[in-house]
């Protein structure tokens, strides 16, 4: 290698030098997106970029790509400063963003083509360069379907693919996971490694998944703009050394519960479910907990994490300030009932004979990959889509007879942002209101308390569409709960959030369910199907496993998951078993 050459491959791949970046909102004032940010990335590692929504990860990514452009500072790119030459820099990277603009209506191989194309990328070097894209990704045997017709995993590995037809020097992805299943996400996640540790490659990229960052070689944690540590992952995790403990419930109470409490405990870090106990991060080791035995345990990246931003954002004050009043005297009253669900698209099967019950007061998860059918089954039991076959009651009321009458007892949050953007705050809950026929007293009492419970007041007047993340999320929770329904279908909530967005939402969600609320809700988080009284996982439109989360890892523990799993352990142990037994059905027939 010549002296230059050398020189090259020992030089950063990404070097910041004080960046700083701001945005002008619509109706006044600036947000500062980045302050006065320094970094280094070093070339052939993977490293992170973490922090809480509006920390400046995406804005960070975008200037590195050469899509943004710094107010002051500077940021060299492969030894080019971006701010400069953005082409220069472009054409040797290769970026994703959070939503890759995949066309629906092409082929896997046709999308692969028309990103070859704008990159002018050759045909002899396609050919080279597709079968080992295709082999990586698992896509081989998907190249004439549809994009549209791919589950979300897929779509993510084909965006991937796609940012690859050019082998480039250094890879910058921006929440490549969210929204993905645990198991699409093993599989991206081992697509990663062997871009770095097989190939050498270079990659930058932002995750909401704070397991995800204990997996990589280098993190940088940001918040509010601000770089708050850069280094090891378990550097981050030592910060909670000697502080971290497991604490078993008392008698009669749920992990949710003692979560909800600490929460509010200015002793307690952090606490979140873990595996039927309660896992604690102490302010100091002297701490102990009235009524709770604990026993210490190794600190984790997330443990560390949460010491680092609480020193800089301190817990807030508990949002039960004027609950929602709900009845409480029929627990044990089936709230939920389906019976042998199926529907049918053309001669697709998305959900296949599912049952299960859910009673008053209790939260009941829907597990399962990306396809699975959880999405439609919410569809059906919210009367936007009709069943092939099966009952649905909600409140014991026939969704088939009656299904303007169910709507009046239950709320709904769509996975993707479904209020209306244009709209400001105070206008989607008044259209809202309006839309579940409140009027007078009762409607201006029910906006007042979702802008206090969800902490809405001081965005009244904003439009929603521009609203932080977790801020959409709190009003299309406020929107849902203005007619103070007793059941709540909550799709994906917590897709992308952040993990304070996480513990505040769950923490809202515990308190709802203490007042009867029933709640049924999907998600990829599999730490957080923990909150669960009760979990089904689907796959291929069928059950795969039902019960409480205790008695589901014990399932997989049988299926050789080991003899302690994990929530996401278990389900990954759980899908695969039955695909294995499908496929073996399959050989045998």
């Known amino acids: 290698m010549s002296p230059a050459g050398e020189a090259h491959r020992l030089a950063p791949a990404l070097v910041g030098d004080k960046v700083n970046k701001a945005f002008r909102r619509e109706k006044g004032g600036v947000t500062e997106a980045l302050r006065d940010v320094s970094l280094v990335v070093q070339h052939g590692r993977l490293t992170a970029l973490v922090g809480p929504d509006g920390a400046g990860k995406t804005t960070l990514l975008r200037i590195a790509a050469g899509l943004l452009k710094a107010d002051s500072g500077t940021l060299r790119v492969l030894g080019i400063e971006i701010g400069r030459e953005p082409h220069q820099v472009q054409s040797r990277i290769g970026y994703m963003p959070q939503r890759f603009g995949l066309y629906e209506d092409l082929t896997v191989e046709e999308n692969l083509d028309l990103y070859a194309d704008l990159h002018g990328v050759a045909a002899s070097l396609r050919q080279s360069r597709y079968p080992g894209l295709m082999e990586m990704t698992g896509l081989g045997p998907f190249t004439a379907r549809l994009a549209g017709r791919l589950s979300g995993g897929m779509k ?15 890879l910058i992805l921006d929440e490549p996971t969210v929204g993905v299943d645990p198991l699409s996400r093993r599989e991206l996640w081992s697509i990663i490694h062997q871009l770095v540790d097989a190939e050498g490659l270079t990659v930058l990229l932002s995750t909401a998944y704070l397991d995800e960052a204990e997996r990589c070689g280098h993190v940088i944690v940001l918040h509010e703009g601000n770089v708050l540590a850069e280094g090891a992952p ?3 995790a030592d910060l909670a050394a000697g502080n971290v403990v497991l604490a078993s419930p008392p008698a009669g109470q749920t992990p949710r519960a003692i979560q909800a409490r600490l929460l509010d405990n200015a002793d307690a870090v952090d606490a979140v479910p873990e595996g039927g106990k309660v896992r604690i991060v102490r302010a ?72 299960f019950a859910v009673r008053r007061g209790e939260i009941f998860g829907l597990l399962g990959p990306n396809g699975a059918g959880k999405t439609t089954t919410f569809r059906m039991l919210c009367g936007l ?13 026939d969704l088939s007879r009656a299904r303007a009458a169910a709507r009046q007892r239950f709320g709904y949050v769509a996975q993707k942002f479904a ?29 007042a308390w979702a802008l206090a419970q969800f902490d809405l007041a001081a965005h009244v007047h904003e439009q929603s569409g521009e609203l932080p993340g977790g801020y959409k999320r709190r009003l299309a929770m406020a ?27 769950w923490r809202r969600i515990t308190m709802l369910s203490e007042e009867g609320v029933t709640i049924v809700v999907t998600t990829h988080f599999m730490e957080e199907a923990e909150y669960c009284d009760h979990v089904v996982i689907l796959d291929q439109g069928r059950v795969l496993a039902k019960g409480t989360p205790a008695g589901v890892r014990g399932d997989a523990s049988a299926l050789g998951a080991g003899p302690a799993p994990g929530m996401e352990d278990a389900f990954i142990a759980i899908v695969e078993a039955a695909r294995h037994g499908e496929a073996m059905r399959g050989l045998a027939a």
């Open 156 to 170: 993510q590995k084909l965006g991937l693919a796609c940012t690859l037809v050019r082998s480039p020097e250094l």
């Open 385 to 397: 889509l009709p069943a092939t076959h099966g009952t649905l009651r909600i409140a014991g009321i």
């Open 479 to 505: 929107a849902a709960l203005l007619h103070e329904p007793e059941t709540l279908f909550l799709d994906e909530p917590t897709s992308g959030a952040d993990p304070f967005a996480r513990r505040d939402f």
């Open 419 to 447: 209020l209306y953007g244009d709209l400001s705050v105070a206008e989607n809950l008044e259209f809202f209101a309006s839309a579940y026929g409140l009027y007078g007293r009762k409607r201006r009492d029910r906006i």
């Open 234 to 236: 378990n550097a981050v």
């Open 284 to 355: 100091a080791a002297s701490v102990t907990f009235a009524g709770i035995s604990t026993t210490p345990t190794a600190p984790r990246f997330e443990d560390g994490f949460m010491v680092l931003l609480r020193r800089r954002a301190p817990p807030a004050s508990s949002i039960a300030t004027q609950p929602a009043p709900q009845p409480l005297n029929r627990a044990g009253e089936i709230v939920v009932e389906v019976e042998g669900l199926v529907r049918r698209f053309g001669t697709f099967t998305a959900v296949d004979h599912v049952s």
